[in-house]
């Protein structure tokens, strides 16, 4: 989001854009101009995330030394964001897009017994919507998908850490009202991972795998992948855990 919300024009004319932060594609086109000609499908990513969304985004007239914007404000903000990136790349780039990341990383760092709660502390999103702004987030992209004829956009959820118990049924709980609501297509794992990682027991990483995949039904993708060599282990042993990786993940 940072690099296409325009803060100038955005100020400058607030009777228009209150509601509707102005937009500027340009950093957008190389891209999608790229796999356009040479038949590439390409990932949207990311369209609601607390991180690279700018902070004066979340503030009533687009300054951070003014009031934040309160939560039925930030809500028309993120449908109508929603909205214009869905219908301009379809209308610039049809096709081009496979699939959207709707929301990222709105799951805590938790260690804690029980459920992972949301980020809340580092999370305008939160702050200024409230618990229910994924929600919120893929209900506008399923309507603007759809109403853009693209009935097969896929819409998903990405995250890091996925596979830590406490987080992966944070995940869960987030997405099961998503999910019932038929709003989401999949999840993506982040998968940030060393030669340590289980890939099975409670904390394995195909454990999670199969968690997200038979409990909420979802499509799931790799959508990043490093596995890092363990205090004491070695090149040799990350090539065979590489390897063991991926025939257990083409297993699954």
């Known amino acids: 989001p940072a690099y296409i919300m325009d803060q100038a024009t955005s100020k400058s004319n607030l009777g228009e854009y209150k509601e509707h932060v102005a937009l500027n594609f340009d950093s957008y086109r190389t891209g999608l101009e790229y796999a356009k000609q040479h038949g590439l499908a390409v990932r949207g990513h990311t369209l609601v995330w607390h991180s690279q969304t700018p902070e004066w985004f979340f503030y009533e007239d687009y300054d951070v030394s003014g009031k934040r914007a309160d939560r039925d404000l930030m809500l028309k903000r993120m449908e109508n964001y929603i909205k214009e990136v869905i219908s301009w790349t379809e209308t610039n780039y049809p096709g081009v897009i496979y699939a959207w990341d709707v929301a990222n990383e709105a799951v805590a760092e938790y260690f804690g017994a029980g459920t992972a709660p949301m980020r809340q502390d580092d999370s305008p999103w939160y702050q200024t919507i409230g618990a229910d702004f994924v929600q919120k987030a893929f209900a506008y992209a399923r309507k603007y998908a759809k109403q853009c004829g693209r009935e097969d956009l896929k819409l998903f959820y990405n995250d890091y850490n996925e596979y830590f118990p406490a987080k992966r049924e944070g995940i869960i709980s987030l997405l099961k009202p998503i999910k019932e609501d038929g709003n989401i297509d999949g999840l993506g794992m982040q998968s940030h991972i060393d030669t340590q990682r289980p890939l099975e027991g409670d904390s394995g990483y195909m454990t999670a795998v199969r968690r997200f995949r038979d409990e ?17 282990d070695t090149q040799i042993i990350q090539g065979a855990y590489y390897q063991e990786f991926m025939e257990a993940l083409l297993k699954e």
Not at 216 to 232: F, K, R
């Open 216 to 232: 909420l039904g979802l499509e799931i993708h790799v959508t990043e992948l490093d596995v890092g060599i363990a205090e004491g």
